[in-house]
Each structure stands twice: as C-alpha cells, then as structure tokens.
C-alpha cells in the first residue's frame, strides 16, 4: 500500500494537503511466464514479464523435486520483457534425459511453476 499526500501551492499561499492512498491489484502485478517450444530440443526460451524492477530467481527441477539447473539467482532485473535459454543441461553441464521438467520461476512476491517436456 502507497499513500500520498499532495498540497497545491499558487500565489495565494499553499492550499489543503489531499491525501491519495493506493493499493496495487493483484492484476497489476500478474506474471507471464511461458517456455517455447515445449516440448522442446535441444533448447527451450523461458520469456517473462516484470511489472517493476526487482530479484527473479529461476530453476528447473526434475519430477523428483530436485534442482536440476539454477538459470537466475535473485538477479536484479529491469521491468519489462526478459527471456532466458535453458539448454537442457544440469549444473554440471551434463545433458539431461528426456522427460518432464518444472521451471519454477520466483519474483515480486509471486511464484509459478510450469511444466516443460525434453524430447530428445
């Protein structure tokens, strides 16, 4: 929640102080967050949009729950468009298997989860 408080000044003197508060909607800080092409090989793009600048945080876990890749870790990112490229490799730069895969994408207070499916 934000408030403001706003006083007008003119030639007469300032004016009354007007008081503004504003509370953000969960609409106005909705996530899109997509990967394509899913399924994908050899590589998928992860795209999504940030209302206002801040940490994103971004890992692939097999269906296990266990992190395969760590592809953003609370990086400072700009509001606007981003895409990241996952290569279908784990954090040792090994290739994974074919499967379904989670892209767990944090940031701005929210989370989404989203499958992902390699076909080699």
């Known amino acids: 929640m934000y408030t403001f ?4 000044r003119n030639c007469k003197g300032p004016g009354p102080a007007a008081q503004k508060t504003f509370t953000p909607s969960s609409a106005s800080l909705s996530m899109s967050v997509s ?3 899913n399924p994908f090989n ?4 992860v795209r999504f949009e940030l209302p206002m600048a801040g940490p994103v945080r971004l890992v692939v876990y097999n269906l296990a729950g266990q992190p395969v890749r760590t592809l953003l870790d609370g990086e ?3 509001a606007g468009s ?3 490229v996952w290569d279908a490799h784990d954090a040792q730069g090994r290739a994974v298997a074919s499967g379904v895969y989670l892209l767990r994408w944090t940031g701005q207070g929210q989370t989404s989860v989203q ?3 390699l076909l080699r």
């Open 115 to 117: 499958k992902i499916t």
């Open 82 to 84: 981003h895409a990241v």
């Open 42 to 45: 050899p590589q998928t793009t």
């Open 76 to 78: 400072y990112l700009s």
């Open 35 to 37: 990967a394509e092409p």
């Open 5 to 8: 408080a706003v006083r007008a």
